[in-house]
Nanobody
């Protein structure tokens, strides 16, 4: 059974940092594109960052330079380090894994598996 379990969501002040973690199981980690999406209240879900099968990293323009994605293939975990957080980063964050095309990493339809989500709230 495939499972993705996020942790690390919290309430943080603007300018602060937070690290989200995703524990993955039930699939071959290295065969998938893995990453993070988020959904803010009243907004569509959006791709935040991902890592390709070859280790290439992609970031949404809104988080580039502030967020860093990393993975530990031996432990089947991947993290999202978030710095200089802004109120606009407030959202439910989901870790994802998929066998779709890395070219369309920002498209939620490329991902087969989703975690349950973890809430990140950034206060001003």
């Amino acid at each position: 059974e495939v499972q993705l379990v996020e942790s690390g969501g919290a309430l943080v002040q603007a300018g602060g940092s937070l690290r989200l973690s995703c524990a993955a199981s039930g699939f071959n980690f290295e065969d998938y594109v893995i990453g993070w999406f988020r959904q803010a209240p009243g907004k569509e879900r959006e791709g935040v960052s991902c890592i390709s099968r070859d280790g290439i990293r992609k970031y949404a323009e809104s988080v580039n330079g502030r967020f860093t994605i990393s993975s530990d293939n031996a432990k089947n975990t991947f993290d999202l380090q978030m710095k200089s957080l802004k109120p606009d980063d407030t959202a439910v964050y989901y870790c994802v894994a998929g066998r779709g095309s890395f070219r369309f990493w920002y498209d939620e339809n490329e991902y087969n598996y989703w975690g349950q989500g973890t809430q990140v709230t950034v206060s001003s």
